[in-house]
């Protein structure tokens, strides 16, 4: 049995997909079955339950709004991150961690390595990276895999937003000097499951092939779509958020090469199944 938190969001709704595809006994969870902040609860959900191993989706996501709201990031990433790794110790259960770009800062123009320097700029980011050191401080049996610019059919992302603006607007102006990798989370969900078969603990950055900046992206989304929306190339100086983000979001899939795992498919590829999908 594997157990998947975050099940109502975007990563933890196509985890839980595959597994059942796949035949393999799972039990998707949220909030409203299990807060991970309460240590009690986790520890006697967990413990009652045996999971064999606990993907764990769920996590304060609101990056811009993490910058006022640090504790309560804080306890969601951190201290629920540290509520699951606790609980599967005591029953020597697997436990994944999902994590993110956002724990680099972004300097230079060369992929990080996953043993690179981590130098979080955002409230979320230096939550993640908390959380990161959580699971490796108490589980032995432990998967980080670190995902950027997510997007899947079940919540809200980039795409969506390109979609709904893209109809209403002749023009967007969209960022072009943060590159990185989208996520297609039924892409990165088949190579979770793999990982989660093996013991091959440490770890791993996960996303779709290839690179491009926001704006490259919101693009391709217009091209793929129909849709006759310009968009304006403007640098992230002339876009102000609260969090700060990395400009360089590369993430070298080098681990995930050694452990003999599948690469995922490249983001345009993904960008067209995705948009079939949400076609229904
Ligand atoms: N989205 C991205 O671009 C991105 C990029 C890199 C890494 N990641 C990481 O990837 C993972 C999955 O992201 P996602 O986009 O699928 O996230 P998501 O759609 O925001 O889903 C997260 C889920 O966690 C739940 N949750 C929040 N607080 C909780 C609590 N105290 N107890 C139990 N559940 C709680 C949320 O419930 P509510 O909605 O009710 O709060 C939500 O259903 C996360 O670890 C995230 O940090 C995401």
Redesign the pocket.
């Known amino acids: 049995m594997i157990l998947v938190?975050?099940?109502?969001?975007?990563?933890?709704y196509d985890v839980v997909k595959e597994l059942k595809i796949r035949n393999i006994e799972c039990l998707g969870i949220?909030?409203k079955d299990?807060?991970?902040?309460d240590t009690n609860a986790v520890n006697e959900y967990i413990l009652n339950l045996k999971p064999k191993c606990v993907i764990?989706?769920?996590?304060?996501?609101a990056v811009d709004r993490a910058e006022d709201e640090e504790e309560v990031c804080n306890k969601?990433?951190v201290y629920?991150t540290e509520n699951i790794a606790k609980a599967c110790k005591k029953i020597d259960a697997k436990m994944v961690y999902?994590?993110?770009?956002?724990v680099f800062d972004g300097l230079g123009e060369e992929p990080f390595e996953v043993e690179g320097n981590i130098n979080p700029l955002s409230v979320y980011g230096k939550t993640?990276y908390q959380g990161e050191l959580k699971v490796k401080e108490i589980s032995d049996k432990y998967f980080i895999v670190?995902?950027?610019?997510?997007f899947?059919i079940?919540?809200n992302?980039f795409i969506k937003t390109m979609i709904r603006l893209g109809a209403e607007k002749e023009s967007l102006n969209v960022v072009c000097d943060q590159i990185g990798s989208p996520?297609y989370?039924a892409d990165l969900a088949p190579v979770l499951c793999d990982i989660v078969a093996s013991e091959k603990y440490g770890v791993y950055h996960a996303t779709n092939e290839g690179t491009c900046s926001w704006a490259e992206f919101a693009k391709e989304i217009m091209k793929m779509e129909g849709l006759n929306c310009k968009i304006n190339p403007i640098p992230t100086s002339e876009y102000p958020t609260k969090a700060v983000r990395p400009l360089n979001s590369r993430l070298s899939k080098k681990s995930l090469v050694d452990g003999g795992f599948n690469l995922l498919p490249k983001w345009e590829d993904a960008l067209k199944r995705y948009l079939t999908e949400l076609r229904g």
């Open positions: 938190t975050g099940v109502n969001g975007q990563l933890g949220d909030i299990l807060d991970i902040t764990h989706c769920a996590a304060y996501t969601v990433n629920g999902i994590s993110t770009d956002y993640k670190r995902i950027s610019w997510v899947g079940n919540g992302n996520t989370t």
